[in-house]
């Protein structure tokens, strides 16, 4: 069983930086962030392979937001730059049970990942 707790969320002015963070408890594999805003279906943000080597991003943030990993610290990062109002969300971070160590668009589905955490709000403001 592996626990994640995510960080960094808050306010911030359209075109501001926030930076999240994942903590996990113990080892990850494949690693993504989700985003629901209220009203809204959860959606995918960005993927990393297990071994930070693949990444891949929704196309309403590429060019935006980066996302990385530090497997030594169990950590899973978000930079969000030049944000939006329409970033405005919750955020979750989410990890697989395993990997298949191919990278692919298939890291974006919710349904690869089995550990989730309890998501941290991102609020953007006009």
């Known amino acids: 069983q592996v626990h994640l707790v995510e960080s960094g969320g808050g306010l911030v002015q359209a075109g501001g930086s926030l930076r999240l963070s994942c903590r996990a408890s113990g080892r990850t594999y494949d690693m993504a962030w989700f985003r629901q805003a209220p009203g809204k279906e959860r959606e995918s943000v960005a993927a990393v392979q297990w071994n930070g080597a693949y990444t891949i991003y929704t196309d309403s943030v590429k060019g935006r937001f980066a996302i990385s990993r530090d497997n030594a610290q169990n950590t899973l990062y978000l930079q969000m730059n030049s944000l939006k109002p329409e970033d405005t969300a919750v955020y979750y971070c989410?990890?697989?049970?395993?990997?298949?160590?191919?990278?692919?668009?298939?890291?974006?589905?919710?349904?690869?990942?089995?550990?989730w955490g309890q998501g941290t709000q991102v609020t953007v403001s006009s």
């Open positions: 989410a990890a697989s049970l395993g990997t298949t160590y191919y990278g692919g668009a298939y890291l974006l589905e919710p349904g690869v990942y089995g550990y």
